[in-house]
């Protein structure tokens, strides 16, 4: 299993950009499905974007399209989400997650990082 450190979280105006990442420990497989969720209290988590370990394959949501790009450093165990364009609805802790398999299949992560707080301001 692996683990999974989230950073670069915090305030940004709307129409700004961040960029978060996630530090990648344990052992890995070319078939890892690394993705990115985000968090409303009191709502459900909602998948953002997931990228294969092995190759540049991504599948993003809909409501992030064209804004967010998900991508990956192998060399330096390195999940990123870039995000520009940011609205206040994108307002969210965002977690890092792991499992084998698909990146179309949203279920089934079973690795997560602690989370990363993202506040947009309108």
């Known amino acids: 299993q692996v683990q999974l450190a989230e950073s670069g979280g915090g305030l940004v105006q709307a129409g700004g950009s961040l960029r978060l990442s996630c530090a990648v420990s344990?052992?890995?497989?070319?078939?890892?499905?690394m993705a990115w969720f985000r968090q409303v209290p009191g709502k459900e988590r909602e998948f953002v974007a997931a990228?294969?370990?092995?190759?540049?394959?991504?599948n993003h949501a809909d409501s992030v399209k064209g804004r967010f790009t998900i991508s990956r450093d192998n060399a330096k165990n390195t999940v990123y989400l870039q995000m520009n364009s940011l609205k206040p609805e994108d307002t969210a802790v965002y977690y890092c997650?792991?499992?084998?398999?698909?990146?179309?299949?949203?279920?089934?992560?079973?690795?997560w990082g602690q989370g990363t707080q993202v506040t947009v301001s309108s």
């Open positions: 344990g052992r890995t497989f070319s078939t890892h499905a």
């Open positions: 997650a792991a499992k084998l398999g698909s990146i179309y299949r949203v279920t089934g992560f079973g690795s």
């Open positions: 990228i294969t370990w092995g190759s540049d394959t991504t």
